[in-house]
């Protein structure tokens, strides 16, 4: 959002209001950003508004002399990820600012900050439920690697049972065993064990 809004003022075109959040669990705690330009700040008859979501893209709106009046909303075509370079978007959103046309361009770079908002992301996500960050996850995971801690499991598929299978899985974590079920040949798991 900074970035963006940063390679918009460098344009000179700031929009008038920003807006920053995220959809409810509902709709997968996802982020979104609104950027909008009233009719004083475009070239235009009405204004404009920049929509993005991470897992969407970018969209925009033409509308009315009230920002409420939508009269177009539709995907920027220009954007070929979800997670443009900040001087892209700010070069398609001059072009939409002076001459409300979307210009004739293609960008396919994604921002080099792309990773770092996707895994802050997710990590909101995550605590949202109560989980740790994965970057928590996975320094715990190779400081276990290291210090030759951890579970190693193989499983032969070929050979070894499902139930097997789950048991050497519960050992392994830590888990109580049950006692094996032996299955009679031909039998299933809904009808009773072998005697």
């Known amino acids: 959002m900074r970035a963006v ?8 075109i700031p929009p008038g209001s ?10 997968g705690l996802t982020s979104y950003m609104w950027l909008t330009w009233d009719v004083s700040r475009t070239g235009g008859s009405g204004g404009l508004r920049l929509h993005w979501t991470e897992r969407q893209g970018w969209y925009y709106a033409l509308i009315g002399m009230s920002p ?3 009269l177009l909303y539709t995907v920027l075509l220009p954007f070929r990820t979800f997670f ?8 398609v959103a001059e072009h ?13 770079a994604e921002w080099d900050g ?14 949202v439920f109560g989980l740790a960050p994965m970057g928590q996850l996975a ?11 951890g579970v190693q499991l193989t499983i032969d598929t070929r050979a070894d049972t499902f139930e097997r299978a789950i048991a050497a899985e519960r050992a392994a974590y830590g888990h109580s065993i049950p006692a094996p079920v032996d299955w009679a040949e031909g039998a ?8």
Do not use: W
Request: charged share 35%; proline share 7%.
């Open 139 to 149: 320094g715990e995971s190779e400081a276990k690697a290291e210090s030759g801690e």
């Open 188 to 195: 299933t798991p809904n009808s009773p064990p072998a005697t």
């Open 84 to 91: 443009s370079r900040p001087q892209d978007v700010a070069e």
């Open 5 to 12: 809004d940063d390679a918009l003022a460098t344009r000179g």
């Open 68 to 70: 409420q009046d939508v």
């Open 96 to 108: 939409l600012v002076r001459t409300m046309r979307v210009p004739d361009v293609e960008h396919h």
């Open 18 to 27: 920003v807006r920053a959040s995220y959809t409810g669990r509902d709709q």
């Open 114 to 127: 792309a990773r770092e908002v996707r895994s802050a992301a997710s990590d909101f996500r995550r605590a």
